[in-house]
Every structure is written in C-alpha cells, then in structure tokens.
T-cell receptor
C-alpha cells in the first residue's frame, strides 16, 4: 500500500519563474492538503482540495494555486517565484470516510530553492 | 487565531531516559490533535492522533495525553533510543464545519545520546 508520494524531490528555480509540484494521495484517500515549511518553522497551511475544489485556503497570495484531478491526485502551482518561496512543500492526504478521524498522512516533500 | 507552542525548543537526553514533550494551544475548541515526527529534510510521520473527546492515546513506547480545557498536550517517550532523535511536532485541527487545516507548533528537536 503506497503512502503519499510527491514529485519532484528537489527543484531549483530563479525569481519570476513558475513551478508545478505534484502529489498522489495514499490509497483510499480523497482529500489533499498542501503545506509550506520554512527552515526551522512548523508547516503552514496553503489550501485543501476535496472533490476537485478548493475548500479551505490559508493566508497565501493568489500566486499559489492548485488543482485536484478525478483520481484525487493534486498539483500546486506557484507563479512569479520570490526568494521567500524557498521552502519544503508538503502534501498531506486524508479520508472523509467516517470513523477514520481524518488523520492526515504526509508525503516526503519537495524541496524548492529559488535563486 | 489558534497558536501552538512547543516547549522546549530542543532537548538532549542520554539513552534509556524517559522524557516528556509539551504542546500548548490557545483555542480549546479543537477537533483533534496530532503528534508527528520529522527527520532532517524529510516529511512528517504521524505518531498519534487524539480526538477532542479522548484523554490519551498509546502506541508502543509513546503515550500522548490531551487536556483540552487547559489547552495542553504531552508526548511521553519511554526508554528513549538514539533512533528517536528527530523533531517532534504537534498540530491541532480547530472544530467547526469548515475547518480542515492543521495548525502546527515549531517543534521540539530531540537528541538521544548513546
């Protein structure tokens, strides 16, 4: 049973560029959340997708957008990259099925470096 | 606004010692609380999840307690081992129909010395 997978593992971009990160949820999960973790900090919630729609968003600018596909996988897009976007981007999945307490399982992350 | 604080920020103990990590949160209206482990540069591994109606959860050498009214949770690690060295994060999910995000503390960096 595969856990949450993310690609790519590492990415280097320059300021102003655009980036797309990908996530496949754990088998049986239908909800995907994205978090940004700066060095030495706890993860910060970006948004959550369910039924192909964004159902909650954190305090991030519109440069951050996402998408969820019918197979529940998800993409995070960041436009007009800034140096401050350098971070570990984490994807988490969970299930809406009752009784599973919505425990969230995280992937290994994508390390984004903006130069 | 929910804020989560973890004390201490770093902890170093000799192998075999029992230890307690602390987590406090400002808004007691939570749905659940989760403890995670993070190895350097890696993703998060879920350790324990406590629902708001529960007082504690146990898994192997780990025991997590929750006192919602005082806004506190503790993670107890028994007989620590060098392999337990990692950053431990707690996160809370606010109660309410449209609240799905986890709010994290900054973590406690644990070092267990052989």
């Amino acid at each position: 049973d595969a856990g949450v997978t993310q690609s790519p593992t590492h990415l280097i971009k320059t300021r102003g560029q655009q980036v797309t990160l990908r996530c496949s949820p754990k088998s049986g999960h239908d909800t995907v959340s994205w978090y940004q973790q700066a060095l030495g900090q706890g993860p910060q919630f970006i948004f959550q997708y369910y039924e192909e729609e964004e159902r909650q968003r954190g305090n991030f600018p519109d440069r951050f957008s996402g998408h969820q596909f019918p197979n529940y996988s998800s993409e995070l897009n960041v436009n007009a990259l800034l140096l401050g976007d350098s971070a570990l981007y984490l994807c988490a999945s969970s299930s809406t099925i009752g009784g599973l307490w919505n425990e969230q399982f995280f992937g290994p992350g994508t390390r984004l470096t903006v130069l | 606004k929910q804020e989560v604080t973890q004390i201490p920020a770093a902890l170093s103990v000799p192998e075999g010692e029992n230890l307690v990590l602390n987590c406090s949160f400002t808004d007691s209206a939570i749905y659940n609380l989760q403890w995670f482990r993070q190895d350097p540069g890696k993703g998060l591994t879920s350790l324990l999840l406590i629902q708001s109606s529960q007082r504690e959860q146990t898994s192997g050498r780990l025991n997590a307690s929750l006192d919602k009214s005082s806004g506190r949770s503790t993670l107890y690690i028994a007989a620590s081992q060098p392999g337990d060295s990692a950053t431990y994060l707690c996160a809370v999910r606010k109660s309410g129909g449209s609240n799905y995000k986890l709010t994290f503390g900054k973590g406690t960096l644990l070092t267990v010395n052989p």
